[in-house]
């Protein structure tokens, strides 16, 4: 069983910061894509940053230069460091990973945390 819990999430004025993490644990053979996705009220939920194993990222053209995705191999941790935040920033803010639980071909699946709000207001 795979666990995703993430943590970091809170109330911050516009400008401020907020570090987001997302610890796996359970049973894990190996993991590759990690990411952040949000949801705002009333909107679809989208993608905001992911890195891959070997340390590639992409980001949503939105948070592009305010916010930085990395990761703790050795930890299974993901990280979102998020500065000069926006009231549009406002979301639900959850951590995927594509985890692969055996060595064994097609073993792989994505895991999701349960959340973190994060809110930006004055």
């Known amino acids: 069983q795979v666990q995703l819990v993430e943590s970091g999430g809170g109330l911050v004025q516009p400008g401020g910061s907020l570090r987001l993490s997302c610890a796996a644990s359970?049973?894990?053979?190996?993991?590759?894509?990690m990411g952040w996705f949000r949801q705002a009220p009333g909107k679809q939920r989208e993608l905001v940053a992911a890195?891959?194993?070997?340390?590639?990222?992409n980001y949503a053209d939105s948070v592009k230069g305010r916010f930085t995705i990395s990761r703790d191999n050795a930890k299974n941790t993901v990280y979102l460091q998020m500065n000069s935040l926006k009231p549009e920033d406002t979301a639900m803010y959850y951590c995927?990973?594509?985890?692969?639980?055996?060595?064994?071909?097609?073993?792989?699946?994505?895991?999701w945390g349960k959340g973190t709000l994060v809110t930006v207001s004055s």
């Open positions: 995927y990973a594509f985890i692969i639980t055996k060595p064994i071909k097609d073993s792989g699946m994505n895991y």
């Open positions: 890195i891959q194993s070997g340390g590639s990222t």
């Open positions: 359970g049973s894990i053979f190996s993991i590759n894509a």
